[in-house]
């Protein structure tokens, strides 16, 4: 999703340095996120499961479906967010059909990535070993 038009001038955006866990799977999801600047892993244990830079939006998933974070989001460099709680991503989902799609394509791409990903390892699962 093209971040840039709706984030860049986000009145308070987060600084968070490389390194620094912006949310943890089992914590409760208040906010989503907007790439400003920087790069972010999304982490299932010690899997990437996407990394994600400017432009891109995470996290939406525990505004939409209430539940808690079920990765790690991790700042992987010195990043800059847009913080969005769920107040603003409803009003911006109600108001905007374009930010509407962009965050169905974000959760569409993500889900397409983790459906090859799956089919990759039961391919490579079934294949017999070589020797």
Same mark, same amino acid.
């Given at each position: 999703?093209?971040?840039?038009?709706?984030?860049?001038?986000?009145? +308070?955006?987060?600084?968070?340095?490389?390194?620094?866990?912006?949310y943890?799977?089992?914590?409760?999801?208040?906010?989503?996120?907007?790439?400003?600047?920087?790069?972010?892993?999304?982490?299932?244990?010690?899997?990437?499961?996407?990394?994600?830079?400017?432009?891109?939006?995470?996290?939406?998933?525990?505004?939409?479906?209430?539940?808690?974070?079920?990765?790690?989001?991790?700042?992987?460099?010195?990043?800059?967010?847009?913080?969005?709680?769920?107040?603003?991503?409803?009003?911006?989902?109600?108001?905007?059909?374009?930010?509407?799609?962009?965050?169905?394509?974000?959760?569409?791409?993500?889900?397409?990535?983790y459906?090859?990903?799956?089919?990759? +390892?039961?391919?490579?699962?079934?294949?017999?070993?070589?020797?």
């Amino acid at each position: 999703m093209a971040a840039e038009s709706l984030f860049m001038n986000a009145s +308070d955006p987060v600084d968070v340095p490389a390194g620094q866990v912006i949310y943890a799977d089992g914590d409760d999801g208040t906010h989503m996120y907007g790439i400003i600047e920087g790069t972010v892993a999304l982490t299932k244990g010690n899997i990437v499961i996407a990394e994600l830079g400017p432009d891109d939006v995470f996290g939406e998933r525990a505004l939409i479906d209430h539940l808690p974070r079920n990765v790690n989001a991790v700042a992987t460099t010195d990043t800059r967010l847009a913080e969005i709680d769920r107040r603003l991503f409803l009003f911006l989902v109600h108001e905007s059909p374009t930010f509407a799609l962009g965050i169905m394509g974000a959760l569409a791409s993500r889900l397409r990535a983790y459906d090859d990903k799956v089919a990759a +390892d039961a391919e490579s699962a079934q294949s017999p070993a070589e020797t």
